[in-house]
């Protein structure tokens, strides 16, 4: 139980750590929605089921359809 | 191992206020600073459930008729992170209207070139 | 420059936080109110899950100041982006013939879905916000699959709005009727864990699913091209 856990939280971080040095803007997005999609799932492991899905539909979803939309708008790679 | 046992929770959610503050603060694209403005949001809200939890609790909902109401896990932090997670996806779809803006009218998203013209 | 001072300063919140972090153990009861909502929020309220008790009926004015927030947003964002200098078109290349099928045929499947998400919001997990969020996906994925269909903007401002009026005209119901208090809870409780129970809770839940719903599809309508 303790080692599931610690592996997921290794995985987040390490996502988040990539969201930092990603040049390309539509990498970076995606690494936020694994941290997001991670945080949820740990939600449901401290037993609270309401904010884990209210985390996955907002966090998981929305947000990178927001995000994919400005990108598209303005510039892709970062200088 | 037992100081490990115990607070992972704490260790994770504290990682990700570390990165996103990095990433505000030194990073100079501001889709970028947004990015890191989400992370952000995400680590707060996991410390604040994961400050509420009480050992062998179960999920605070009485779906079958013979639950205990003695060992289960405290349900008003779980009512403000749901309150703060739509807010936080507010705040960004606003942040990003503005970034847009601000590309149409200078025609590049560097902090440091934006900040050189007056006018 | 500017990094040698940030990471001086990310240095000293991090020393600052690790010895807060020492003195708060991990799970262990710390507080007395959410003890005090958990034995008596069934026989008050009604309601079979906590959670949606406390954000509708005991914690209601917040609920009211999310709902504001949301509005302001949405308003914000249609005065921003409300100009149509369009500098040269993108060549958008239409989808293919199973993913339009396939969308169309998923459109009712998902806002049905969504609907019975917050329709239950005091009997199992979820509720308004929630399932809101699922029905704007819903709209977005029409207009990620089939090209050229928008939603009708009169409809979603309409429907925005009576979502809005709905809550508030309760809250002021409650005000004359009943405890004498803004948000009081009204109408007769019912039975527990059946499906007309709780008084006002499923009525603010159904008012709030569709506005968010109606209130994120109108935002991705305004953040994309008019092509």
């Known amino acids: ?79 | 191992m037992d100081f490990l046992s115990n607070n992972i929770y704490y260790i994770g959610a504290f990682g990700l206020i570390f990165i996103g503050l990095f990433i505000i603060l030194v990073k100079h694209n501001l889709i970028k600073v947004i990015i890191g403005i989400s992370i952000l949001d995400t680590g707060v809200n996991l410390f604040l459930i994961a400050v509420g939890y009480i050992n062998k609790g179960t999920a605070p909902i009485f779906s079958k008729p013979g639950l205990d109401a003695k060992n289960m896990v405290d349900p008003v932090p779980q009512a403000l992170v749901l309150t703060a997670i739509v807010i936080g996806v507010a705040i960004l779809a606003l942040a990003l209207s503005l970034a847009i803006r601000l590309y149409q009218h200078y025609g590049t998203l560097d902090l440091r070139k934006i900040k050189e013209q007056r006018w | 420059m500017r990094k040698i001072i940030s990471i001086i300063l990310l240095a000293i919140i991090f020393i600052g936080i690790i010895l807060t972090l020492c003195k708060i153990p991990f799970g262990i009861h710390k507080t007395k109110v959410g003890q005090y909502y958990i034995d008596k929020g069934r026989e008050e309220t009604g309601a079979v899950n906590i959670v949606t008790s406390v954000v509708v009926n005991y914690r209601g004015f917040d609920t009211l100041g999310e709902v504001t927030i949301l509005f302001l947003v949405a308003i914000g964002l249609g005065a921003v982006l409300s100009n149509f200098k369009e500098k040269g078109k993108r060549k958008i290349e239409p989808a293919s013939l199973i993913l339009q099928t396939g969308c169309r045929f998923l459109f009712p499947l998902i806002l049905l879905f969504g609907a019975y998400i917050f329709i239950h919001g005091h009997l199992t997990p979820g509720g308004g916000f929630q399932g809101g969020a699922i029905i704007a996906s819903a709209f977005l994925l029409i207009y990620l699959g089939c090209h050229g269909k928008k939603i009708n903007e009169v409809a979603s401002k309409t429907t925005e709005s009576i979502g809005g009026l709905v809550f508030i005209v309760i809250g002021l119901i409650g005000l004359t009727v009943g405890g004498h208090y803004f948000l009081s809870n009204f109408m007769p409780k019912g039975q527990i864990n059946t499906l007309f129970s709780a008084g006002i809770i499923p009525i603010i839940y159904i008012a709030i699913g569709f506005k968010v719903g109606s209130e994120l599809a109108g935002v991705i309508d305004n953040l994309m091209e008019k092509s």
Do not use: W
């Open chain 1, 1 to 79: 139980m303790i080692i599931v856990v610690s592996l997921l939280v290794i995985f987040m971080l390490i996502a988040a750590i990539s969201a930092v040095f990603f040049k390309d803007l539509l990498n970076a997005v995606i690494a936020a929605c694994m941290v997001s999609l991670i945080a949820s799932i740990l939600f449901y492991f401290l037993q609270a089921p309401d904010v884990a899905m209210a985390e996955a539909s907002i966090g998981a979803a929305l947000v990178a359809a927001i995000f994919i939309i400005a990108i598209r708008r303005t510039k892709r790679h970062e200088e």
